[in-house]
């Protein structure tokens, strides 16, 4: 009959998900850490992440040689991590950071045997740049690029991205500078891409350059950035017409310091074209066209400004600003940027109670982020 016991409890685990493996495993049993890994991915595939969270740790506390490699623990490592993160949980993912970062290059060597410990280290650098927001972004896109850097180095496809999005985020707390340096290593890494999302890379990158080149008073340098930006965007068949007009926009400021004005003029006019159809295309979808566009407008409010038309600069500021909240949030440093040109066009159009507000909103951000950003 024990064989009908048995029958009928393997069946009561099909059907209820009822595990048969007992709760109180020894520490280091094989069997039992892999059960709470396994519990913790089937819980973070529903996005239970608490649970995982739960799962995970008391994997890891199973995770022991001789039972588990150290390829294994650290899987379950990443995994845990990745749980938190997705809680907003960064200090209590730091240790864990640490770790990862000096076990990866004692198994890099090892190769193919540890693919599924670098997926998972992979997939917790993506985290780290993707879902940390409010004041712990500088120091999330921090830790997925040294992520990146140390399992997977320059040739990373992501790796661009995330440096120029590190680039954005100094330019906004006004670390010209530094934001340059960034600037120049995603544009040297992208230059080596060959991929069409390795171009739409080297496209971004040579136009954030020249925008930090002007920031720092290189206007010969950003000319030379932005005008190879405009020409291969150019001759690319493909259409992307926010990058486009926000590097011609850049061109436009450029060549007007410059006192290049017929040239200045007429990208004037390409850079407003390519943005109004933007717009209307973005009228026309609805607000889930809106993407990541919040930032890319200032460059059109920023020309507007350059030529002296503060009564079209100041709708595309609100946008902007609008555009970003919705995306990233209150507290996206990239609204910095956008707040003090919007007070500065405010200034312009005599509304001085307004222009104070977000001049010192945008102050009030930038103090936020300063602490964060030196750690």
């Not at 917790?124 to 997977?152: C, M, P, W």
């Not at 407003?272 to 407008?297: C, M, Q, W």
């Amino acid at each position: 009959m024990n064989w009908r016991r048995t029958f009928l409890q393997l069946c009561l685990a099909l059907v209820f998900g009822i595990s048969l493996i007992p709760g109180g495993f020894a520490a280091g049993d094989r069997e039992g850490w892999k059960h709470y890994k396994n519990e913790g991915s089937r819980y973070e595939v529903f996005g239970d992440f608490a649970n995982a969270e739960k799962a995970y740790t008391r994997s890891l506390e199973l995770a022991g040689p001789p039972h588990a490699s150290a390829a294994e623990r650290g899987e379950v490592m990443a995994r845990l991590a990745n749980a938190m993160l997705w809680q907003q949980k960064f200090e209590r993912a730091e240790p864990y950071f640490i770790e990862l970062l000096a076990l990866i290059p004692k198994l890099k060597s090892e190769g193919k045997r540890n693919e599924d410990f670098f997926s998972c280290v992979e997939a917790l650098s993506s985290t780290y740049f993707e879902r940390v927001r409010g004041v712990n972004k500088v120091s999330a896109i921090q830790h997925s690029i040294r992520i990146i850097d140390t399992a997977f180095g320059d040739i990373h496809p992501e790796l661009p991205r995330e440096l120029m999005e590190l680039a954005y985020t100094y330019s906004a707390l006004g670390m010209s500078r530094e934001a340059l340096n960034f600037a120049n290593r995603a544009l040297a890494i992208a230059k080596r891409q060959t991929s069409d999302k390795g171009q739409i890379h080297l496209w971004k990158a040579l136009t954030l350059v020249g925008t930090c080149k002007k920031s720092v008073g290189d206007w010969s340098g950003a000319q030379k950035s932005l005008e190879q930006a405009v020409s291969l965007m150019s001759k690319s068949p493909k259409r992307f017409s926010l990058t486009a007009a926000a590097a011609k926009a850049q061109l436009s400021i450029v060549y007007f310091h410059m006192h290049r004005k017929e040239e200045s003029r007429k990208l004037f006019r390409e850079a407003e074209a390519l943005f109004l159809s933007r717009l209307l295309e973005v009228d026309k979808k609805g607000t889930r066209a809106i993407g990541g566009s919040g930032p890319e407008l200032l460059p059109f409010a920023q020309m507007y400004v350059a030529f002296g038309q503060y009564e079209k600069a100041e709708p595309i500021c609100r946008r902007s600003l609008l555009w970003t909240r919705m995306t990233y949030g209150d507290k996206e440093p990239l609204l910095i940027n956008e707040l003090r040109v919007h007070g500065f066009v405010l200034s312009r159009l005599g509304r001085l109670k307004e222009s104070q507000g977000q001049e010192a909103a945008a102050r009030a951000l930038a103090r936020l982020y300063r602490g964060d950003s030196e750690e």
